[in-house]
């Protein structure tokens, strides 16, 4: 994948995912995730960011996607 099709997926994520969540330290490793706070439900707001805890996890060598 090259680096401006990276770019444009974070665009286009930004533009229907407008507000952002960090959650972490930098000494435990942070995660941002881009949610809609208005149109998104609770359910689909946890599946996103449970999706990115595990890749947190795989990122610092934890379990295996």
């Known amino acids: 994948m090259t680096e401006e099709q990276i770019v444009r997926h974070i665009h286009e994520n930004k533009e ?3 507000d952002s969540l960090e959650i972490g330290t930098p ?12 149109t998104m ?3 689909d707001i946890r599946a996103i ?11 610092k060598g934890g379990m295996s996607l």
């Open 16 to 18: 229907n995912r407008p």
């Open 27 to 38: 000494k435990t490793g942070v995660i941002k995730v881009y949610v809609n706070l208005l």
């Open 41 to 43: 439900n609770d359910a």
């Open 49 to 59: 960011i449970n999706k990115a805890q595990t890749a947190l996890t795989y990122a």
